[in-house]
């Protein structure tokens, strides 16, 4: 596993890198103290990364911009954001913007080891405090809705859904799938209806919340569907 850690704080990089030596002895870990030093990082060595690990907090960059920074720079790389706020409107902008995690600073080594593993994956980790309540902000209990989704669900809706928690916009779902941008629409309309949400992040949220990983959603339909 190679990881790039992006974070202006010497003392929290090198107590994380030690976690990650502890956790992952195999894994190799660069650092950098800014992204205009990752970016010359990349720019002179090209290495590929498994996953960056980013700090949101950094001098010359507000809120979300150094997140959108590495979205931009190289978006095929889960990015997840480690912060020491954790406002859950927060986390739900890190996944809208496509982060693949947020890890607060607070963590403990299980939990990194445990997001670590999710986001490699391919899966989204999220907090504890920012799933424990469902999308209207309720701590009620956890539906049943994916236990009929997985009965009523298309193979083509787990596409779908799949190209969505990886942070892929309508456009590229649809290029992926060889369908309409409209198409791909629709099926995001009727998975939210599924899910009762609203929002794409929504969606991520309530997945996470119910234990639904992406290994989850490439398995055929129990229901024999046919893709549509």
């Known amino acids: 596993m190679r990881i790039l850690l992006v974070d202006d704080h010497t003392m929290f990089r090198m107590g994380l890198v030690m976690q990650l030596q502890l956790l992952r002895p195999e894994a190799q870990a660069v650092q950098c ?12 060595s090209g290495l590929p990364f498994d996953v960056i690990v980013l700090d949101l907090g950094m001098p010359g960059f507000h809120r979300l911009e150094a997140l959108s920074y590495f979205r931009g720079l190289c978006p095929e790389i889960p990015c997840v954001v480690v912060s ?12 809208e913007m496509g982060a ?6 607070s963590a ?8 670590l593993d999710c986001i490699t994956s391919g899966n989204v980790w999220l907090p504890g405090s920012a799933v424990s309540a469902g999308p ?3 701590n009620a209990p956890a539906p049943t809705v994916w236990s ?3 009965v009523h669900i298309t193979e083509r809706q787990r596409d779908v859904l799949r190209g969505l928690v990886q ?8 290029r992926d799938l060889g369908i309409s941008d409209g198409t791909v629409k ?9 899910l009762q949400v609203n929002t794409r992040t929504q969606i991520v949220f309530e997945l996470a919340r119910l234990g639904i990983r992406i290994q989850d959603m490439v398995a055929p339909p129990l229901d024999g569907s046919l893709k549509g």
Do not use: W, Y
């Not at 992204?35 to 002179?44: N, Y």
């Not at 942070?167 to 649809?174: F, H, R, S």
């Open 33 to 44: 103290d800014s992204p205009q030093a990752a970016r010359a990082f990349f720019d002179g």
């Open 108 to 115: 403990d080594a299980a939990q990194l080891s445990q997001a």
């Open 136 to 138: 209207g902000g309720t």
């Open 148 to 150: 009929k989704a997985r």
């Open 84 to 95: 020491g706020n954790e406002d859950p409107q927060l986390v739900r902008d890190c996944v």
């Open 186 to 194: 629709t099926h995001v309309t009727h998975l939210m209806e599924l």
């Open 100 to 105: 693949f995690g947020f890890i607060p600073k």
């Open 167 to 174: 942070g892929k916009t309508n456009k590229m779902i649809a």
